[in-house]
């Protein structure tokens, strides 16, 4: 064989195996995405939780195990190899999905506890699929493979709720442990997909997975600089509120027994509400917020999903004590238009304002702010609904302004980077 076919070969083998990866972290997620909807409200039903802290917790295991073992699977695919990781993780998710179908029938918290713990810690192996990405890209193309990973993501977290809803009988019927069963599937096709088909992509020239969570370096070098630190808190108010959004409209839309159900929506209608939320988020990042990204200051992007996000909540409320379906459904709408304008637009920001040689560091403490305000917000949105059920969209409309009047003060306080060092 010669050069000019190994040279043609191996682009071509890295584009099938870029595939490759983009189909498994998408199918994973579409298990993830099929049980979110549903997974506080079978917890309710098993459970007498008055104050809400054991389902908060519940919500909150997933993300506090992906925030604890992402580095921890980084350091092992450095070692071993990302093909194994990735498969060992995938394996974690059949086996913890299977355990939510059986722990629906049994109807035990106890087992949906385990199961979230494990699908947390098998889902956190994402760190290692963005690691495959970078062995097999040159840094032109990078930042193309690494948005492979996001749309991935946002695919799963779109039609992940619509097989949740095709997993529910007629679409009305109680699921049952159709959901954790069909999720289990979804992960052993990826993990048969990759057992198969993917390559090890880990070489002597392959940059380091291992990534630390909570660097000291990175925190000193954020606090030497006060925007940044005002974009930190907006960043962390922006998640947190999304999160409390996020884990307690499914309990909304279903309503509880003995209290107060503004919409009592069946399963299958909760599961479509998702995958709405899904779609729409995918359409104002991919159809707005990429065609405006660059023309308009990140400030403004920034302040204005803040706006959106903070009416978004407001209309909940009025939502609610109007029952009105479809007022709730534009208000969701809103919700996630100014979320999808915050994230990349606060990210940018951090980004435009940090030193380049500081970035690396300044730009994972931001995944870390924002892994802990997912996990805070999950823990604390059923806990606030059940002792008022407008409490968490109350507080986020409240915080949310002031994310509003940080992103402000920061846009106004402070200069880019480059301007800075002209």
Not at 2 to 23: C, H, K, M, Y
Request: hydrophobic share 50%; aromatic share 10%.
């Amino acid at each position: 064989m010669s050069d000019a076919q190994v040279e043609t070969e191996g682009p071509q083998t890295n584009r099938a195996a870029r595939g490759i990866v983009f189909l498994t972290v998408f199918i994973d997620l579409l298990g993830f995405g099929m049980v979110l909807p549903l997974l506080p409200i079978y917890a309710d039903q098993f459970v007498v939780d008055e104050a809400g802290w054991l389902i908060g917790l519940l919500m909150a295991s997933f993300s506090a195990m992906q925030f604890i073992f992402a580095p921890l699977w980084g350091r092992l695919s450095d070692r071993i190899g990302r093909r194994p990781v990735l498969m060992i993780g995938l394996l974690g998710s059949v086996v913890f999905y299977s355990l939510f179908g059986v722990a629906t029938i049994m109807q035990s918290l106890t087992l949906l506890f385990v199961s979230r713990i494990g699908a947390g810690i098998a889902g956190a192996t994402i760190s290692t699929a963005q690691a495959y990405i970078a062995d097999t890209t040159t840094l032109t193309e990078r930042p193309k493979g690494m948005a492979l990973i996001g749309m991935a993501f946002g695919l799963g977290f779109t039609f992940g709720p619509l097989f949740g809803y095709l997993a529910v009988p007629t679409g009305t019927g109680d699921p049952g442990p159709a959901p954790g069963f069909a999720a289990a599937g979804l992960s052993l096709v990826a993990l048969l997909l990759a057992y198969f088909k993917l390559p090890e992509s880990l070489s002597v020239n392959s940059p380091s997975a291992a990534k630390q969570n909570l660097s000291m370096t990175g925190l000193r070098d954020a606090l030497s600089v006060p925007s940044i630190v005002l974009l930190l808190v907006a960043l962390f108010v922006v998640v947190f509120s999304f999160a409390n959004f996020e884990t307690t409209l499914s309990m909304l839309l279903k309503g509880r027994k003995g209290q107060v159900q503004p919409f009592s929506f069946t399963f299958g209608q909760v599961c479509l509400t998702y995958a709405y939320i899904g779609f729409t988020l995918a359409l104002v990042q991919g159809g707005i917020v990429r065609r405006v990204a660059g023309k308009v200051s990140e400030g403004i992007l920034a302040s204005f999903g803040c706006i959106l996000m903070a009416i978004g909540m407001l209309l909940i409320l009025k939502a609610t004590q109007d029952q009105s379906v479809a007022l709730l459904m534009g208000s969701l709408a809103v919700v996630v238009a100014g979320f999808g304008f915050m994230m990349p637009s606060l990210n940018s920001f951090i980004s435009r304002r940090s030193d380049p040689d500081k970035q690396g560091g300044i730009l994972g403490l931001g995944q870390s702010v924002n892994s802990l305000a997912r996990i805070i917000g999950s823990a604390l949105g059923i806990p606030l609904l059940k002792l008022n059920i407008v409490a968490p969209f109350v507080i986020s409309a409240i915080i949310m302004g002031l994310g509003l009047l940080l992103v402000i003060v920061a846009s106004r306080s402070g200069k880019d980077f480059a301007a800075n060092d002209s």
